[in-house]
């Protein structure tokens, strides 16, 4: 059974930083993307980083750049998303997604969803 565990949010000061990490079971992590997504109320989800485990090549939306970054330790299965000087507009649920093979960081493509975690920066 696939499962992937988001962790590591939380409530945090704007400017501040936060690191996420996404523990992945029950597939050959190697062999997949791993991406993280959010989601804020009202808002439609979106891609934050993602990541192909095979070779370690990155994807960032255009507006996270700068602020993100992914990372995979596929010893542990698993990825890292490290947020820095946090806004309040990043305010969302952050979600943690497979899929098998690459991918363009875009949430249709992903198949397999973790649980979420909540990040909250406050102003």
């Known amino acids: 059974e696939v499962q992937l565990q988001a962790s590591g949010g939380g409530l945090v000061q704007a400017g501040g930083s936060l690191r996420l990490s996404c523990a992945a079971s029950?597939?050959?992590?190697?062999?997949?993307?791993i991406g993280w997504f959010r989601q804020a109320p009202g808002k439609q989800r979106e891609a934050v980083a993602c990541?192909?485990?095979?070779?370690?090549?990155?994807a960032y939306p255009y507006s996270m750049m700068g602020r993100v970054t992914i990372s995979s330790d596929n010893a542990k299965n698993t990825v890292y998303l490290q947020m820095n000087n946090l806004k309040p507009e990043d305010t969302a649920v952050y979600y943690c997604?497979?899929?098998?093979?690459?991918?363009?960081?875009?949430?249709?493509?992903?198949?397999?969803w973790g649980q979420g975690t909540q990040v909250t920066v406050s102003s």
């Open positions: 990541i192909s485990t095979s070779d370690g090549s990155t």
């Open positions: 997604a497979a899929v098998y093979g690459l991918g363009y960081c875009l949430p249709f493509e992903y198949v397999y």
């Open positions: 029950g597939f050959t992590f190697d062999e997949y993307a």
